[in-house]
């Protein structure tokens, strides 16, 4: 599945201020691995973003891959519009060494209405998939080191904050993770393209 082409010198989807390159993107290339629950969190709003959904897949936790597919992760991540996320802070947290909660709201927009959805989700360390593949062997992503890994979540709200007409400004505007090149623009010329 061919995924969307980014400016890598564009600030990271997810919020974070740094560059995508700097980001996510080494996480989602399987160059590094993440070190805690929210950058798995955080690297896997950001491979919706840009439609990678092999990612999306490969960070599900072992017992929770079997109810996915890689087809239905892609029309999903590709029929929306991510534009930000946002990491709420915990204040009782259960968080400990393998089993973390994050709380997140994503914003999206498709069929020209802007969604929140706000979410607590479950994570685990374990164990890294096993990989037959001798040069893929070599990622740290495949290697025995255990891995922050997505189980599930809660959906806290699911909400429709505005329905957009064509030639108001695009929501994303709103947003300071959104797309940096489409900044200014209608939603006609931006997000509702
Ligand atoms: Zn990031
Ligand atoms: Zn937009």
Redesign the pocket.
């Known amino acids: 599945m061919n995924t969307i082409s980014v400016n890598t010198t564009q600030s ?3 919020g ?1 201020n ?1 560059d ?1 390159s700097c ?2 993107q080494p996480y989602i290339n399987k160059e590094l691995a993440v070190q805690t629950a929210e950058q798995l969190m ?2 896997r709003f ?1 491979a919706y973003a840009i439609g990678n959904a092999q990612y999306i897949y490969d960070t599900y936790a072992k017992s929770s891959q079997a109810e996915q597919s890689v087809e239905d992760i892609g029309d999903w991540s590709k029929s929306c519009v991510w534009i930000a996320l946002v990491i709420h802070p915990l204040a009782n947290s259960v968080n400990n060494a393998t089993e973390q909660l994050v709380e997140f709201s994503a914003f999206y927009i498709t069929n020209n209405t802007l969604y929140e959805l706000r979410e607590k989700s479950r994570f685990i360390l374990e164990h890294g998939i096993e990989c037959d593949i001798e040069e893929k062997k070599e990622s740290t992503f495949n290697t025995q080191l255990k891995q922050w890994r997505y189980i599930d979540g809660d959906i806290i709200a699911h909400s429709e904050l505005a329905t957009i007409k064509r030639n108001e400004f695009c929501p994303c505007n709103l947003y300071p993770t959104a797309w940096q090149s489409k900044k200014g623009k209608k939603f006609k010329h931006c997000c509702g393209k």
């Open positions: 990271c989807f997810c974070s740094f995508f980001c996510c955080r690297s950001s």
